[in-house]
């Protein structure tokens, strides 16, 4: 109760610190149809673009005889987007260094939506300035390109970057870059990182039991090398990736695709090197491509539009301590109506508990959290369909189990499509299993059915540095929680609860897939896909991304349209306050949030960290080997 109590204190003190905090969802309206919500008149002008011929009252169009003349046409105008920062899997919450400017994926499909469908803007220009997104966001963003580029042309810039703006810009009619630029695309590496020879150092003995041939989750503790299992596992993977890497690159350049493959090999780039290999059309300034554009867009001048489609933070007053203290206890939230389609984020490693931040940083699902979200949906006439966002690589067993009942009841009222973004594995693609399709990016992960059971036996630390204990239990198996290291006896018993839990996880795969996947084992024993792997095996049904899985909901609910809901809400500090700390969820402490602050960006370490914390919390988990970090 003291912890709790000087949390709480911590918070309310840093209330007088705070700089900014805003959050704003807007709703996003999608046709059924596959085309984003427009006007008449706007659809009009769009189809007669994409055909080549003259939309009606468009300049081209002499009027009828007998008819007025049509209204004046306003100056056409270019829509100038600059896509940089952190792109989000989910809208964010209260945070002590801000990030209320910070836009979600959503965000960023919305506002292309709004270019294709404002007949008001001729062109845009796509300003790259180095984002980050995982390959599975840029893949989207790429499709979402690419569909605005069908109705209108689109520029991208580039001052310099890697594959995956690399991958948004070439999706443009034109891609433009700085002359003194650099094109940082090598081909795909994968980085895996072992602590086991800092685990003897610090005299910490780990010990684990997989349950799957392949589930290496617990290789960075115990081995300094991976299993041949393991390495067999990503080098399928790095296969798959990387022949999308270069099928995207020769599709969007219109290159052969061995031609594609020897330009990958040949990087990276300077501007000339890119210009060479045909990956960039232009070299020229900023300022120039900016005075320049407007005139070869239209044959005359445009409009410059900054900023298109971005929405603006919320304002606070810190003159009016009311209004500020009104600002720090609630968030703005999207509104239910009739009809809804619900978008739930299950975001970050899976927990008991809920939705928060783990020590170092990094999403936590939490299982409390999601559970009531979908006990809430299933119960509301509203919301007719839901999104389950899947962007996991898995974590509690037990957690796990609790979401895919949640998910599943929910599906027995109302349509529940699950899309997995980057990574869908173990424990993350246990939950999608609820869900009665399965939606997933072609780069993202699934699989990894397997469990991992163990600890970190700190004994010999607490040795080393003058620390002695003294086992006094009751009960035959009460050591199994102390700080030695287990007996063999013990191993046996937790391997056998292991296999246990192991079972019931392939059972929900035959119970969720049935025919699409006969054999559960072909594709179980911690195995690990890409999705498009994965779907030619079953596990996947369709290849798409989070529009797509928008579009299949609303099918399913027979909506030709919708409103939309992003869950799970955003929490106030007033939230925070009234829950206080809760199993992983130590998010309100300042000292906790300077610490996640200064570990930004060491994403390897924040995971193994939060993995062990998990552990000493639950002792099977359904967890991919997510240290290994693949980014093009």
Sequence with gaps: MGNRRRSCGTVVAAVAVLLAWAVATD????????AEAKPAKAARKAKAVASGK???????????????????????????????GTVLTSPPGFSLFGGGSQMTLRDWLQRLAQARNDQAVHAVALELDGPSLSWAQAQELADAVKRLDEVKPVYAFLTEGGASDYLIASAAREIAMEPMGSLM??????????????????GIQPQFIQIGRFKGAAEPFDRSQPSEELTGEYNKILDDLFDQLVGQI??????????ARKAVDAGPFTTKGALEHKLVDRSISRQKWQAELSKKAAGKACQWTGDYGKKEAT??????????????????????????????????MIV???????????????????????????SDDRIKAVVFRIDSPGGSALASEMIYQAVKACAAKKPVIASIAQTGASGGYYVALGAKTIYADPCGLVGSIGVISGKLALKGLMNKVGITTTEITRGANAGLRTSRPWTEREVEIMRKMAQEIYDVFTSRVTESRGKKVPRVEDVAQGRIFTARQGK????????????EAILAAQAAANLGSSHFIVLPRPRSLMDMLSEGETSMDAHASVELAL??????????????????????REHVLAVVPHHAMIRP
């Design 27 to 34: 709703g996003w309206t999608v046709r059924a149809d596959g």
């Design 54 to 84: 003259p939309a009606a009252n468009s300049p081209t169009t002499q009027p009828a005889a007998g008819q007025p003349a049509p209204a004046k046409q306003a100056t056409p105008r270019i829509a100038h987007m600059r896509l940089g």
């Design 185 to 202: 695309i090598t081909g795909l590496a994968a980085e895996l990182t072992f602590f086991r020879g800092t685990m003897d150092l610090l």
């Design 250 to 259: 020769a599709r969007q350049r219109r290159l052969k695709f061995d031609q």
């Design 315 to 348: 304002k606070i007053d810190f003159s009016n301590p009311f209004a500020l203290l009104g600002a720090l206890t609630r968030v703005k939230t999207d509104e239910i109506r009739e009809p809804t389609v619900a978008i739930v984020n299950c975001e970050g």
């Design 352 to 378: 008991d508990g809920q939705s928060g931040e783990g020590l170092l940083g990094g999403a936590m699902a939490g299982s409390k959290t999601l559970v009531k979200c979908f006990d809430e949906i299933a």
């Design 536 to 547: 030619t095996h079953g596990l996947v049904d369709e290849l798409g991304g989070l529009r």
């Design 595 to 616: 610490l996640r602050h200064l570990a930004s960006g060491q994403q390897n370490l924040a995971y193994m960290v939060n993995l062990a914390r998990l552990l000493g």
